[in-house]
């Protein structure tokens, strides 16, 4: 079993930043490969980024690109979600989830699942 636990939501203006965090428990994430989605209301939960366990491969969703940044620390079982130039639009839940096998686009193929953190970007 994991638990991820996430933190770092909360209020911001348009073009400020945040830093999200995902600290794992119970077994190890150090071999998994990581990912944060979002929910906005009224929408499906959709792909923000995705890290590989050796944090060496990254991905991003195009709307998020060049503005996100994801990186994970090992030693800490940590994943980290550096938010930048933030819009509106990008108010939703934020979600870590551990891969499982398959698309690291894909919520379907996650395992673990946190509970969420709020992102409010005000414009």
């Known amino acids: 079993q994991v638990q991820l636990v996430e933190s770092g939501g909360g209020l911001v203006q348009a073009g400020g930043s945040l830093r999200l965090s995902c600290a794992a428990s119970?077994?190890?994430?150090?071999?998994?490969?990581m990912g944060w989605f979002r929910q906005a209301p009224g929408k499906e939960r959709e792909f923000v980024a995705a890290?590989?366990?050796?944090?060496?491969?990254?991905y991003y969703a195009d709307s998020v690109k060049g503005r996100f940044t994801i990186s994970r620390d090992n030693a800490k079982n940590t994943v980290y979600l550096q938010m930048n130039s933030l819009k509106p639009e990008d108010t939703a839940v934020y979600y870590c989830?551990?891969?499982?096998?398959?698309?690291?686009?894909?919520?379907?193929?996650?395992?673990?699942w946190g509970q969420g953190t709020q992102v409010t970007v005000s414009s």
């Open positions: 989830a551990r891969a499982g096998r398959g698309s690291l686009y894909r919520a379907t193929d996650y395992d673990y």
């Open positions: 119970g077994r190890s994430i150090s071999s998994s490969a």
């Open positions: 890290i590989r366990w050796s944090g060496g491969n990254t």
